[in-house]
């Protein structure tokens, strides 16, 4: 008996595509894909972290401090820029501190270090240690502790000698002074450490703190607790958009399966209206479903909604008409409901993986991040951490707003074409 | 000689390398309800959405009222009633009737009136604003006719109007039916109902393997298939030892059967027959010609797929 309802299970899994793609051939894609976000090889470093660099001290010392910066195989450090608001093509000039907080805040660099008039001084000196300014976009969890650590990693190679010297004032100020053999022999060991044969490092290795930071977050907006509700407020928001836009469409292939479908083809109401009243009515639930999600954020977590409201309408309006047009082409390739619902899945979490639904794009390796591109949510997550975390004006949403629009556009037109299946044979 | 309202002249369709129409031709007269009967596959529901505009014909034309139609030609006065129970189960009767008046061209004006009539027409009145999933197969099928009928079409294509549903429903659709005609609607009807059809149609049109294989009344077509001949049984406690002539004896061993041309005179003659033998005769049945025969006639008795 076992064994007949086994053969059952085993014939109706033969034959159900779908339900095979969803067993064996989704668990691989999403492997796939989450290996790629998270690194292809696992030998491999990490992507470099771009980094603006402001010197405002303009000393040996903080010249220094940037050249070891820009040794740092793990930074790929900035000190040019065109000038903002002019062209890319324009020529660089070196950056201040405000354009190099304009580049963390348009999302060009994740962070920006400022070393401040005085920096040098401190170097050597046994007083207050120097202090480096961190500008940070603090929805890259991954630079600010880098940044950190690399930053004392360079004061102890870039001034090895200070450093220690510091350390010698303090243990004579506090411990009594060193004898004539000691001094000669500390001022060698000094002096091969600046020569560059390594000691630096282990100088700089053995002493904590040796660069005081003061880390700024010039963009985002962290709830009560801490977490980046914007982000995901937005990035779950569109998965879930997707979601209902496609179960939204898969009522047409209830009225196909109804018979409702044939009896409305049967009225002057014709396919193209009837698509674009599904269309509309997606359109606007998606609006609403959006907006239900962003005001519970703001009640609930604090998202600051009401100052970006003209921004969130613009995004929503946008994001929702293209995921209801996604949402039909889907229905219109599809054969049935159980069809849909298979591949809507797979596509939509695969979209939701690459496009930075999940996981932020942000930190992703340069081409997984132009991979996202080629999907609907790398878009309007880019449009909407315009919104919110970089406070972007709203004309400087138009790439976002102008590729949604087209989207939807092409995907009425695909799903029209898709349609025609159902209309006179 | 009453005009056609609807003519459809040598239609063609195949699908791929499949001909599902090969030259089908029909009238429907204006007040007629004209059956279409067939087989499965024979090219009935593709003629039927033809003229509904939801098949381009490959050749041949239909024109209604005089009009030729193509598939885009708007189609005021045609009303569809499909198979399916093409109807929102999430709405309402009350519901679904405004939504597809709507959809068939009737003003925010014209709609009360006429969805009071289709609830009163078809006995759900008491039922208007329950939701359609709570109605029983019967009731969805008397909303399922009411609305394609709304927009008063001057031609209904009813397709198996009375599938899956108790006596009871069957004869209020019926009635449902004869009211129309009394208001003048002309009907198409498909059905696999031979009774129905018998019962109903003024004509009837029989069609296989994409051709009318005859058309004509009910007796037009027993003449010219099975014929005007009765079947005669006589029930008998036991059966002759010698065969009688002109009464076969049946396998059950108590049936004894004649065909007869008129029954007043040569059924004594065969009772009388009967007596002479001995034959002690309980009952005797005289079977018409039926549509169950003619159709079987003209289309066999090999299985469709």
């Known amino acids: ?425 | 000689m009453r005009e056609s309202l609807l003519t459809v002249r040598d239609a063609r369709k195949s699908f791929g390398s499949t001909p599902a129409l090969q030259g089908a031709s029909l009238a429907l007269e204006a007040g007629e309800l004209l059956g279409l009967l067939g087989p499965n596959g024979a090219g009935k529901t593709t003629l039927v959405r033809a003229i509904a505009g939801r098949v381009r014909l490959d050749g041949g034309e239909i024109a209604l009222a005089g009009r030729a139609l193509r598939p885009e030609s708007p189609r005021a006065e045609l009303g569809v009633v499909p198979q399916e129970i093409a109807v929102y189960a999430q709405l309402t009767a009350r519901e679904n009737l405004e939504v597809f008046g709507r959809l068939h061209g009737l003003s925010r004006q014209a709609l009360p009136e006429r969805v009071a009539w289709a609830l009163a027409w078809t006995g759900l009145d008491a039922r208007a604003d329950e939701p359609v999933k709570r109605f029983s197969g019967g009731m969805r099928r008397r909303l399922n006719i009411a609305c394609g009928v709304l927009h008063e079409p001057r031609v209904l294509l009813l397709d198996e109007p009375t599938v899956g549903v108790d006596p009871q429903s069957r004869e209020r659709i019926y009635e449902m039916l004869s009211a129309l005609r009394k208001r003048g609607t002309s009907l198409l009807l498909t059905t696999h109902q031979l009774d129905e059809a018998e019962g109903l149609c003024d004509r009837i049109v029989v069609i296989d393997h994409g051709r009318v294989a005859a058309s004509g009344t009910l007796q037009e077509l027993i003449a010219s298939t099975v014929g005007e001949r009765r079947r005669v049984s006589l029930s008998v406690e036991r059966l002759p030892e010698r065969p009688l002539a002109g009464l076969a004896a049946e396998g059950d061993g108590h049936t004894l059967c004649a065909e007869v041309q008129d029954v007043a005179a040569e059924l004594p003659a065969l009772l009388q027959q009967a007596a002479a033998a001995g034959v002690v005769v309980r009952d005797v049945a005289v079977k018409g010609p039926s549509l169950h025969a003619v159709f079987i006639h003209l289309t066999g008795r090999e299985l469709r797929e």
Not at chain 1, 8 to 31: C, E, K, Y
Not at chain 1, 58 to 67: C, I, W, Y
Not at chain 1, 254 to 260: K, P
Request: contains cysteine; proline residues 6%.
């Open chain 1, 1 to 425: 008996m076992i064994a007949t309802v086994l053969r059952i299970s085993r014939l109706n899994l033969s034959r159900d595509r779908v339900a095979q793609l969803m067993a064996f051939v989704l668990p691989l894609a999403f492997f796939s894909i989450f290996a790629l976000v998270f690194g292809q090889q696992p030998r491999r470093s990490p992507n470099p972290v771009r980094v603006a660099l402001v010197d405002e001290d303009r000393t040996d010392a903080s010249r220094a401090f940037v050249k070891a910066l820009e040794h740092e195989a793990a930074l790929r450090p900035l000190t040019t820029a065109p000038p903002r608001g002019g062209p890319a093509s324009a020529a660089s000039v070196p950056l201040d501190r405000p354009r190099a907080e304009s580049l963390v805040k348009d999302g060009d660099a994740p962070a920006a270090v400022v070393l401040p008039a005085g920096f040098g001084a401190a170097f050597g000196s046994a007083g207050t240690p120097p202090r480096a300014e961190l500008l940070v976009d603090p929805s890259d969890p991954i630079a600010t502790p880098l940044l950190r650590g690399l930053l004392q990693k360079a004061a102890a190679t870039a001034q090895p000698k200070a450093f220690a010297r510091r350390g010698l004032e303090m243990f004579e100020k506090y411990a009594g002074g060193m004898t004539p053999q000691q001094r000669g022999l500390m001022d060698a060991w000094l002096n091969q450490a600046a020569a560059g044969d390594g000691a630096g490092e282990a100088a700089g290795a053995g002493v904590a703190e040796l660069l005081g930071v003061d880390v700024h977050e010039v963009v985002g907006q962290r709830g009560p607790d801490g977490s980046m509700v914007a982000f995901f407020a937005a990035g779950v928001g569109v998965m879930f958009l997707l979601f209902s836009c496609s179960a939204a469409g898969g009522a047409l292939l209830e009225e196909v399966e109804s018979g409702t479908l044939e009896r409305l083809l049967s009225t002057p109401l014709g396919m193209g209206r009837l698509l674009a009243g599904k269309w509309l009515f997606i359109t606007l639930t998606g609006v609403l479903q959006v907006t239900l999600m962003f005001t519970w954020g703001a009640l609930v977590f604090g998202l600051e909604l009401l100052s970006h409201l003209a921004g969130f309408a613009l995004m929503t309006l946008a994001t929702a008409g293209a995921a209801a047009g996604f949402g039909l082409v889907l229905a219109t390739a599809c054969r049935s409901r159980g069809q849909l619902s298979g591949i809507g899945t797979i596509v939509i979490l695969m979209m939701s993986a690459l496009g930075g639904s999940m996981f932020p794009r942000f930190l992703m390796s340069e081409k997984m991040q132009k991979l996202g591109l080629f999907t609907f949510n790398g878009w309007a997550l880019d449009g909407y951490i315009k919104v919110f975390w970089r406070n972007a004006p709203l004309v400087e949403l138009w790439p976002q707003l102008l590729v949604l629009v087209l989207l939807t556009a092409a995907f009425l037109t695909i799903a029209r074409r898709l349609a025609r299946r159902w209309e006179t044979a």
